[in-house]
T-cell receptor, first 114, second 118 residues
Framework: AQTVTQSQPEMSVQEAETVTLSCTYDTSESNYYLFWYKQPPSRQMILVIRQEAYKQQNATENRFSVNFQKAAKSFSLKISDSQLGDTAMYFCAFMGGSQGNLIFGKGTKLSVKP | GAVVSQHPSRVICKSGTSVKIECRSLDFQATTMFWYRQFPKKSLMLMATSNEGSKATYEQGVEKDKFLINHASLTLSTLTVTSAHPEDSSFYIC??????????????FGPGTRLTVL
């Protein structure tokens, strides 16, 4: 069975600084997808970034980028130039290539301080 | 595009009654919809996968007779919590996956429904 582990329950960062959230996963599949979702206080789940396992190049979306280490089964999220609006719960998620459902980590609560 | 709505956003009911939650994909067709449950300060736990026109697939430990799921059209799935009890109080979130393409398609999430059972 696939598992997703987020080892940092809470993190804080100063506005404009950079922060990295860690995520590791376990799977025997070779084809899969990884995601980072943001859940602000409104509780609406928002896709931050996604990575296809077959792609070696790390995904980037503006201030958000990932460090995907397939051999180590690691998928960390880097947020650059942190903004107050980045304050939220961040969930790492795995989707197997043969399945459609997402498996979520326990989440990291990020607080951006002014 | 890719908007998913849920109704109601909040519901309070008495113990023993049934509550229906609707999940709609507003601007795309969703072959597959998912229902999640989220406890306070916890992660999302998949309850069931719903495919249009067929029976839902429930995760282990989820009572299918208690949580009735119907996916009658490509834009609507419903979750009915039958004979609700206080322990069913939770935040329920649905997501919808586009009917275009296979796995790996993005899931679009609804805003969630907070259920409180008195």
């Amino acid at each position: 069975a696939q598992t997703v582990t987020q080892s940092q329950p809470e993190m804080s960062v100063q506005e404009a600084e950079t922060v990295t959230l860690s995520c590791t996963y376990d799977t025997s599949e070779s084809n899969y997808y990884l995601f980072w979702y943001k859940q602000p206080p409104s509780r609406q789940m928002i896709l931050v970034i996604r990575q296809e396992a077959y792609k070696q190049q790390n995904a980037t979306e503006n201030r958000f980028s990932v460090n995907f280490q397939k051999a180590a089964k690691s998928f960390s999220l880097k947020i650059s130039d942190s903004q107050l609006g980045d304050t939220a719960m961040y969930f790492c998620a795995f989707m197997g290539g043969s399945q459609g459902n997402l498996i979520f980590g326990k989440g990291t609560k990020l607080s951006v301080k002014p | 595009g890719a908007v998913v709505s849920q109704h109601p956003s909040r519901v309070i009911c008495k113990s023993g009654t049934s509550v229906k939650i609707e999940c709609r994909s507003l601007d795309f067709q969703a072959t597959t919809m998912f229902w999640y449950r989220q406890f306070p300060k916890k992660s999302l736990m998949l309850m069931a996968t719903s495919n249009e026109g067929s029976k839902a697939t429930y995760e282990q430990g989820v009572e299918k007779d208690k949580f009735l799921i119907n996916h009658a059209s490509l834009t609507l799935s419903t979750l009915t919590v039958t004979s609700a009890h206080p322990e069913d109080s939770s935040f329920y979130i649905c997501s919808a996956q586009s009917s275009r393409g296979g796995s790996g398609n993005e899931q679009f999430f609804g805003p969630g429904t907070r259920l409180t059972v008195l």
